[in-house]
């Protein structure tokens, strides 16, 4: 068994073989993890203690970001713990990608803004062929779903007690209504609560070995909701855990506008004009071009899709949305951080 604390230790240690990733991450992971010990699940912790962190997407934007030591404080400085650090995280992981796509396109004299007291500012200013533009960075958060709350869970059990679950699979199968179910939502707190109780104990049962060496174990069941949980464990060596939970709705179904499209098409609207209004707000004189950058936080829900389809119909979204507001304001533009190129 690995405590806490050795597990902490095992952080920085591996941390410290990158100085600017370190620079980025130490104090404010070193505060988050005074809070409670939620730090365990969050997924930087996860990629650190692998091994597989250098390889990690903001590597490269923070090397750019490095030399540029203003920009590199404020946007270290907006890892706050107190703001729900392991959600905030990821914005800024959305921030550092897209200072390291203006760099990429070409963009010159890229600041980061640092907000005053009571006034909202975009994330960047920028120039390009002496226009002076700003941009208003948007992450699209993934909805939490039942696969991640269980992989999760089972990996910070993979990592407080190796010697049991390096030789064990966890295969989760949880039931078709669960594709309905967001557990950020403040209406999901109780159920989300069930299930964690539900995994406390479960595991409990597998570490002190009152849990059959393999095969199926006591299921969750919510059965007046259709809500239910079926897991089986299996002997073997680096098995690891798996959720088998496959979404019905594909790109060619009858459903797909209504249940994914639709959907989706409102919040990158509301997403889109709320960004828009603080760039004109800011700019008032209409001095510079104002894009703004949608990073899109793919999550669960959608991987069985087909991912080619519903991509296109993403990228077709965010065109119209574009030329929506392009058509109010000739200085302003929508793009998607993922893919679209700037300016």
Sequence with gaps: ???????????????????????????????????DDGWIENALIHNILEGIWQDHPLVEPIDLIYDGKENFEILRN??????????????????????????????????????????????????????????????????IEVCDLLLVKAKVRGLRFPEIYETLSISFKPSQNWLEV?????????????????????????????????????????????LTIECNLKKGKNLGACCGLKRGVMVSDPDYKRGILLPFNKKVQTVTEHALEQLLEYDQDNVHKKYVLLNWQKSLKYESLVWDGFEEDVFAIVENIDLEFKSRHESLSVRLLNSDSLP
């Design 1 to 35: 068994m690995k405590t806490l604390e050795k597990l902490k230790k095992e952080v920085f240690e591996k941390l410290s073989q990158h100085k600017k990733i370190e620079a980025f991450f130490k104090d404010s992971l070193e505060e988050r993890m005074k809070i």
């Design 78 to 143: 907006k890892l706050t713990p107190k703001d729900d650090y392991d959600r905030k995280m990821h914005d800024v992981f959305a921030e550092l990608k897209g200072y390291s796509r203006l760099k990429e396109s070409g963009f010159e004299g890229i600041k980061a803004l640092q907000e005053d007291s009571g006034r909202k500012k975009p994330e960047f200013s920028a120039q390009l062929n002496d226009q002076p533009y700003l941009f208003e960075v948007k992450n699209m958060r993934a909805p």
């Design 182 to 226: 967001e557990l950020n939502r403040s209406d999901s707190k109780t159920l989300k609560k069930e299930v964690k109780g539900w995994l406390e104990q479960t595991f409990t049962k597998i570490e002190c070995a009152e849990a059959p060496a393999s095969g199926r174990i006591e299921p969750f069941n919510l059965a007046s909701q259709g």
